[in-house]
């Protein structure tokens, strides 16, 4: 099973940035699409962004043009950097493997201000 744990999170008025990070246990990493999913209250958990290893990427189009998602695979570490921040991106925030498995973290709380 793969331990995941990401940080980074916290406050921030619209328009401000943050960058999240996720380390994931184990040996599987280079190998495996990561995702950023994100959950705000009373909604589905989504997925924002995931790259492949050869670091082909995919956004969703509600984060496309600010936000960006990297991998260091000698680290197995994702990130994703998070630019021009909106209320709307309020959310708890998870890494996983894509498509999701069941071993979660515990997340990171992201709050956008207005």
């Known amino acids: 099973q793969v331990q995941l744990v990401e940080s980074g999170g916290g406050l921030v008025q619209a328009g401000g940035s943050l960058r999240l990070s996720c380390t994931a246990s184990?040996?599987?990493?280079?190998?495996?699409?990561m995702g950023w999913y994100r959950q705000a209250p009373g909604k589905s958990r989504d997925v924002v962004a995931r790259i492949t290893p050869g670091s082909t990427i995919i956004y969703a189009d509600s984060v496309k043009g600010r936000f960006t998602i990297s991998r260091d695979n000698a680290k197995s570490t994702v990130y994703l950097q998070m630019n021009s921040l909106k209320p709307e991106d309020t959310a708890v925030y998870y890494c996983?493997?894509?498509?999701?498995?069941?071993?979660w973290g515990q997340g990171t709380q992201v709050t956008v201000s207005s």
């Open positions: 996983n493997r894509f498509p999701a498995l069941d071993d």
């Open positions: 184990g040996s599987v990493f280079r190998f495996s699409i």
